[in-house]
């Protein structure tokens, strides 16, 4: 009767714990994709700031499931992927970039530099 009570009780506890794990491990892993894009955008503006023939290279750290990384004109935008559906992430910079960033998780040498009157943010390695 003691074991069936106990275990009666282990459930819900294990239930709950598990849920609250993966609420936790996304919250984490927002936080980097917000530190990321915050990261790629206060060091575009202080290049931009500089001009030509500015540029600084950067490590940054993408977690998994990151599925693009896009420098539309003025923004900066990481889209993410959870279960299925994507959540996307946006900066505003207020002048023109581009760039291409691969996506693999992990550690990232960036290289961001100021072209003419826009920044370019590509990866160091290539």
């Not at 915050?38 to 599925?67: C, D, M, V, W």
């Not at 003025?74 to 994507?86: S, V």
């Not at 550690?107 to 390695?125: G, L, P, Q, Y």
Request: a neutral charge; proline letters at 2%; hydrophobic letters at 40%.
């Amino acid at each position: 009767m003691i074991s069936g009570f106990a275990l009666l009780l282990t459930i819900p506890l294990v239930v709950i714990f598990f849920s609250n794990t993966t609420n936790f491990n996304e919250n984490v892993v927002f936080s980097q994709i917000g530190k990321v894009s915050s990261e790629l955008a206060e060091n575009a503006r202080s290049i931009h700031y500089l001009g030509e023939p500015s540029q600084k290279t950067i490590s940054i750290y993408f977690p998994n499931n990151i599925e693009s990384v896009n420098f539309d004109s003025k923004t900066i935008t990481i889209a993410y992927q959870r279960q299925g559906t994507y959540i996307n992430f946006t900066k505003y910079v207020g002048f023109d970039l581009y760039g291409n960033l691969t996506t693999y998780a992990g550690f990232h040498n960036v290289k961001i530099r100021a072209v003419n009157t826009s920044v370019e943010i590509v990866d160091a390695n290539k």
